[in-house]
Nanobody, 119 residues
């Protein structure tokens, strides 16, 4: 079983920045992919950014050039630097990880952290 603990959400004004953090713990042999998804009220959960074990990153078009994902493999952690935030970035942000315990592959989610962008 894998636990993902997020931190760093909050209330900011348009144009400001936030940094989200997520740390994985538990029965982890290897981590394939870590990333961030978000869900706004009344909308489906959507991909924000992912980072594979090989270092390839993928971003939603809506955040390209403003958000940056980074991993710290030594700490089993992933971060999301969010700059130039817009009101439409308001959502609950979820950390995601695809891991293996050496026997099977698991998809895990964090509990979510609220990001609100409002003047």
């Amino acid at each position: 079983q894998v636990q993902l603990v997020e931190s760093g959400g909050g209330l900011v004004q348009p144009g400001e920045s936030l940094r989200l953090s997520c740390a994985a713990s538990g029965d982890i042999f290897s981590i394939y992919t870590m990333g961030w998804y978000r869900q706004a009220p009344g909308k489906q959960r959507e991909l924000v950014a992912t980072d594979t074990a090989g270092g390839a990153t993928n971003y939603a078009d809506s955040v390209k050039g403003r958000f940056t994902i980074a991993r710290d493999n030594a700490k089993d952690a992933v971060y999301l630097q969010m700059n130039s935030l817009k009101p439409e970035d308001t959502a609950v942000y979820y950390c995601y990880a695809r891991t293996s315990d050496g026997r099977a592959v698991y998809d895990s989610w964090g509990q979510g952290t609220q990001v609100t962008v409002s003047s």
